[in-house]
Nanobody
Framework: QLQLVESGGGLVQAGESLTLSCKAS????????IAWGRQAPGKEREEISCIGSDGSTYYEDSVKGRFTISRDNAKNTVYLQMNSLKPEDTDVYYCAAGHCAWAGLEYNYMMDYWGKGTPVTVSS
């Protein structure tokens, strides 16, 4: 069974950058879309970006222009480069494997496997 482990979270100041990694084991990421999501205590998990198996990318408006998702299939790893971080980006960040696609005007995340998350704290 595919297992995902996130790393790279930490404490930074507003305006700084972080790069998160999502490393897979127990299978290959090649055929999966990989999404990043985040969740604050007491709130629902929010998907913010996805990269398809073909390398196509999607970003929610909240992170568009600041975050970049990429994948290295040879390393079985997906990355999330986060620039210009804001205090409101403070969350636990998760990666997930599954399928992401447009359905008409709506972008759908259909994820099968989730990691346990890595915390990101952005101070003002």
């Amino acid at each position: 069974q595919l297992q995902l482990v996130e790393s790279g979270g930490g404490l930074v100041q507003a305006g700084e950058s972080l790069t998160l990694s999502c490393k897979a084991s127990g299978g290959t990421l090649d055929d999966y879309s990989i999404a990043w999501g985040r969740q604050a205590p007491g709130k629902e998990r929010e998907e913010i970006s996805c990269i398809g198996s073909d390398g196509s990318t999607y970003y929610e408006d909240s992170v568009k222009g600041r975050f970049t998702i990429s994948r290295d299939n040879a390393k079985n790893t997906v990355y999330l480069q986060m620039n210009s971080l804001k205090p409101e980006d403070t969350d636990v960040y998760y990666c997930a494997a599954g399928h992401c696609a447009w359905a008409g005007l709506e972008y759908n995340y259909m994820m099968d496997y989730w990691g346990k998350g890595t915390p990101v704290t952005v101070s003002s």
